[in-house]
């Protein structure tokens, strides 16, 4: 599976930003997607995950501003992320997980958020 994310930009405080994810030569049903992000000097930390269930949860940091929605059909997965602030920069990359097979990860988008 390969998947590909894009959206990213340079946007100031406050703003919104839309990351999509999209896969190619999807054969798995993916039971789980999520999207984690590397801030400048920091570690790579989960942002928000959902089931195939529907069932969404984020990090602390971003409840109530971001939002993850999938549609399973097209193979995308989506983080719709507003109200932006500088601590949100780093790079954006999406994480689908199968059962027994394992984790697939895209190659990260940049989000700049200016103050």
């Known amino acids: 599976v390969q998947l590909q994310a894009s959206g990213g930009g340079l946007v100031q405080a406050g703003g919104s930003l839309r990351l999509s994810c999209a896969a190619s030569?999807?054969?798995?049903?993916?039971?789980?997607m999520g999207w984690y992000r590397q801030g400048p000097g920091k570690q790579r930390e989960l942002v928000a995950t959902?089931?195939?269930?529907?069932?969404?949860d984020y990090a602390d940091s971003v409840k109530g501003r971001f939002t993850i929605d999938t549609n399973r059909a097209k193979n995308v997965s989506f983080l719709q992320m507003n109200n932006l602030k500088s601590e949100d920069t780093g790079i954006y990359f999406c994480?689908?997980?199968?059962?027994?097979?394992?984790?697939?990860w895209g190659q990260g988008t940049q989000v700049t958020v200016s103050s």
């Open positions: 959902i089931t195939s269930g529907g069932t969404a």
């Open positions: 030569n999807n054969p798995f049903k993916i039971n789980r």
């Open positions: 994480y689908w997980f199968v059962d027994v097979v394992g984790g697939f």
